[in-house]
Each structure stands twice: as C-alpha cells, then as structure tokens.
C-alpha cells in the first residue's frame, strides 16, 4: 500500500496541515502511525477517510443534533466500521427528509406571521420589556438575538430600543425557528432568505400560490443530496475494500 507524507496528503486533498491534525485529535482519522523521527505516515485508507470527511462536512449542520450524526458517522467509518457507518448515514438522509417535511409546518406559521396585521398595534412601539414579556421570552434572549445579528432595531430620540410591527414579526419568527432548534448561523441564513419570500409575496398581488413556496428557509435539500452522495461513496469504499482485501 501507498504512503504519504503529510504535506503530499494536504496537497492531495487541498486542506491545511492543521486540518488534518485536528481531524487526528477529533477522532476522524484511523490511527496514524509514525516515523521513528516523528513524522506521520499517511496510507490509502487514510486518504479515502480524508475525502469522506470532507464530503461529511459539505453542509453546515442546520441543528446539534445533526452534528453530532455527522460526526458519529465519521468516527465509525475511522474505525473501520463502513458498515455501521453506512447504516447511520441511511438514518441521517431519514432524518433529513423528516425535517424537511417539519420544515414545511414551520414556514406555514412564518407565512401566517408575515401576513398577520393587528391594527390596534400596528403604528405602536414598545420597549424591550414590554416585547420581551408579551413574546414570552426573557429580555437577555432579546439582547442575545440582537448581538448575534438576527435583529436591528431602531432607537427614540432618547436612545432607546423602540420595536414596531417589523420588529414584533421578526421576534416572532425567531422564536419559532429557536423552538425547532435551529441554529444561530443556520437562523440567520433562513431569515435573509425569509426576506426574498416576503418581497415576492408583496409583489404577488394576484394572490396565487407560487411553485418556490413550498421550499424550505434552510439548507435541507442540500443537505439531503449530500448525505446520498455520501451514502454511494460508503458503499463504494466498502466494495473496494472487499475486493482488495483490507
């Protein structure tokens, strides 16, 4: 079996030599052995391993939990587990379309919330407490959601935080993609995206119901043909190590 060293490894692959130690200290690599100088030495199998990570880690996991199977799968496959590793992949893509059929229900109440007009509130602002206790949430979450930059809100001639109907909205939906787990990052991409739906549907003024609507926030459908690809290339390495034998 071919061996490499580490700066033929990052060349091959188009990752930093820390990269690759980090994958070592996380478990991601099967053991890697060494010189008696030291330095380690790489094999085919590392390789594959290598390519597989990298595939794995294509999609930003969109919640904790798909981190950690992520990183479940990973791990099993650096053991040598390509079966196992196969098998939690097919629960993975599961998962993914389960998700995206949640998802679905969630942008239904996003929708509701965009389209929601309560005129005796419409041209009133509040102040944090106040929207903090009427959104059911405490004001450090508020803070929170705001240095992370899912909301800018305007301030008073005095400085102050006033939030208005935009604002409300916005809390509202944050909230909801909070209750379903979400992450921050993942949160924020979903409501840049939220922003391109609701101009359409502003300039929608027939009403009709358009094909895009139906598209989840978040990255789910990436996601799912990743995890396929990364399905046929377990396969494809276990098939290719029952023929060579390792």
């Known amino acids: 079996m071919r061996t490499y060293r580490t700066s033929e490894i990052v060349g091959i692959i188009g990752i930093h030599p820390n990269t690759v130690m980090l994958y070592e200290k996380w478990g991601y690599l099967p053991p890697v052995e060494r010189t008696k100088k ?8 590392h390789l594959e391993q290598m390519k597989l990570v990298r595939m794995a880690l ?5 919640k ?3 981190k950690f199977e992520i990183q ?21 893509l599961a998962h993914i379309q389960n998700e995206k059929n ?8 996003i929708q509701e919330i965009v389209r929601s007009d309560s005129r005796q509130d419409k041209n009133v602002s509040w102040n944090r407490n106040k929207t903090a206790n009427l959104l059911g949430v405490s004001v450090n979450v508020i803070i929170n959601w705001e240095r992370n930059g899912l909301l800018e809100v305007p301030r008073s001639m005095n400085g102050y935080r006033v939030y208005g109907e ?6 509202r ?21 939220l922003e391109t739906i609701k101009k359409r549907m502003e300039g929608n003024v027939s009403g009709e119901k358009e094909d895009s609507d139906d598209e989840p926030l978040s990255s789910l459908t990436e996601a799912e043909h990743h995890a396929e690809e990364l399905m046929g290339y377990l396969g494809e390495l276990m098939r290719n190590r029952t023929d060579t034998g390792r």
Do not use: F
């Open 102 to 109: 949640n998802e679905l229900q969630v942008m239904k109440a």
């Open 38 to 45: 030291g330095y380690r030495v790489y094999t085919d199998t």
């Open 58 to 62: 294509r999609t930003e996991p969109l």
């Open 173 to 193: 939906i944050i909230k909801a993609l909070r209750q379903e787990n979400y992450g921050t990052q993942c949160i924020g991409k979903m409501l840049k995206k």
């Open 72 to 92: 479940t799968i990973i791990r099993s496959a650096a053991q040598g587990d390509l079966g196992q590793a196969l098998e939690l992949a097919g629960e993975y």
């Open 64 to 66: 904790w939990v798909m």
């Open 166 to 171: 935009d604002e409300r909205k916005q809390l």
